[in-house]
DNA sequence: ATGCCGTGGAAACCACGA
């Protein structure tokens, strides 16, 4: 089974990209972010006919997270992350696909830091890590993926030093994400490829993609359930040469 | 060092992204 994470930079706007890269790759799930799009505008008939059910959080303009299944019914968990009531943003979204746990997030961005960005950021992960928590002593597999807005070590940014006082390497976000490791959760991508530089984002500008000058953000992160039933992991990155690519490249991880 | 590009929505520019 195939399980796959997709930041679309709109959904709408990324449609043939999307739809292609379903058609070629057939993920069994696949989790969206940055829908850019509300509820009703949703593509939902365009990804049911390319043999898909799902579930979506939107919202206006920004943000918002899908869960796409083709391997049965997708009972729907939850749609918000919990411990912050005022926090409208369509960042998380949660279900139980054939007896897998899936958890789908768009972790804010946080630039500029400092700032009220970067806070919201900070805080957005401290009540992430605090459902995460629960989530990771259930009694299924369970895999919490999507865009996590963090470069994890210097192995995972082009140029770790030009990124030092960016919110996406800041040491507070590196020390949020490796609080995060230390419940138990394993790095797929990072425990089958080691030492390998593996990129999932490179900027629209400057040749970013041409240039290879990228970022690890996109994440998989497993129970001991799941982690036991990984097989193999790896970046769809051709797609990020496609026309009209999003930004992102999608990851994918293959399990039992 | 820098939204230089791209998306969406409102309005012919702005917010936001990483």
Not at 94 to 119: H, M, R, S, T, W
Not at 138 to 161: A, F, R, S
Request: a neutral charge; charged letters at 25%.
């Amino acid at each position: 089974m195939r399980i796959a994470t997709y930041n679309v930079n709109g959904v709408n706007g990324r449609l043939p990209v999307l739809l292609r890269w379903l058609e070629e790759t057939k993920p069994d799930i696949a989790c969206l972010q940055e829908l850019k799009a509300p509820h009703e505008k949703f593509p939902l008939e365009a990804i049911q006919n390319a043999g898909y059910e799902a579930i979506w959080h939107g919202q206006k303009s920004w943000n918002g997270v899908a869960i796409l299944s083709k391997v049965g019914p997708i009972t729907e968990k939850r749609r918000v992350l919990p411990g912050d009531p005022e926090d409208l943003h369509s960042r998380y979204i949660e279900a139980e696909i054939n007896g897998i746990l899936v958890g789908c997030l768009y972790l804010p961005n946080g630039n500029p830091a400092p700032g009220p960005k970067f806070d919201y950021k900070l805080n957005w992960f401290q009540r992430f890590t605090t459902h995460a928590a629960s989530l990771f002593k259930m009694d299924i597999p369970v895999v919490l993926t999507g865009d996590y807005n963090v470069m994890p070590t210097d192995l995972d940014v082009y140029k770790p030093e030009r990124w030092v006082n960016d919110a996406l390497f800041r040491p507070e976000t590196r020390a949020a994400f490796h609080g995060l490791l230390s419940q138990g959760w394993t790095d797929a991508l990072r425990k089958l490829h080691p030492d390998e530089k593996i990129y999932t984002f490179w900027d629209y500008f400057r040749d970013a993609y041409g240039r290879d000058a990228g970022l690890r953000i996109d994440h998989f992160l497993l129970n001991d359930q799941m982690d036991k039933r990984l097989i193999s992991a790896g970046v769809d990155r051709n797609v990020r040469g496609w026309e009209k690519s999003s930004d992102h490249a999608p990851v994918w991880i293959e399990i039992k």
